[in-house]
């Protein structure tokens, strides 16, 4: 069965900080494009930050860019989000997603990608 599991989110007052994890099992994702996406009750699903495959290019959406950092260990099979500065507004459930294809950019688009974690929760308190 193929998985993703994340983990590391958590409670934190706003400027705190948070790494998240995906943890990928039943297969190797080193040849796919990763991305962390985050949905807030009553909100759609947005796009927070992508990785190509080599982790030569990342990509983040402007409401974090410059707070977040996102990296991967192809050898470990995972994916990270190192969440910075936090602010209330970042509260929301944390998801990371594996490309479909492995040819092209990550586009920021929740259908660019075929295999989800649940999510973790990030919840960041004034």
């Known amino acids: 069965q193929v998985q993703l599991v994340e983990s590391g989110g958590g409670l934190v007052q706003a400027g705190g900080s948070l790494r998240l994890s995906c943890a990928a099992s039943?297969?190797?994702?080193?040849?796919?494009?990763m991305a962390w996406f985050r949905q807030a009750p009553g909100k759609e699903r947005e796009f927070v930050a992508a990785?190509?495959?080599?982790?030569?290019?990342?990509f983040y959406a402007d409401s974090v860019k410059g707070r977040f950092t996102i990296s991967r260990d192809n050898a470990r099979n995972t994916v990270y989000l190192q969440m910075s500065s936090l602010k209330p507004e970042d509260t929301a459930v944390y998801s990371c997603?594996?490309?479909?294809?492995?040819?092209?950019?990550?586009?920021?688009?929740?259908?660019?990608?075929?295999?989800w974690g649940q999510g973790t929760q990030v919840t960041v308190s004034s």
């Open positions: 039943g297969r190797t994702f080193s040849n796919y494009g």
């Open positions: 997603a594996v490309r479909r294809s492995r040819y092209g950019v990550p586009a920021q688009v929740p259908n660019d990608y075929a295999y």
């Open positions: 990785i190509t495959w080599s982790g030569s290019d990342t």
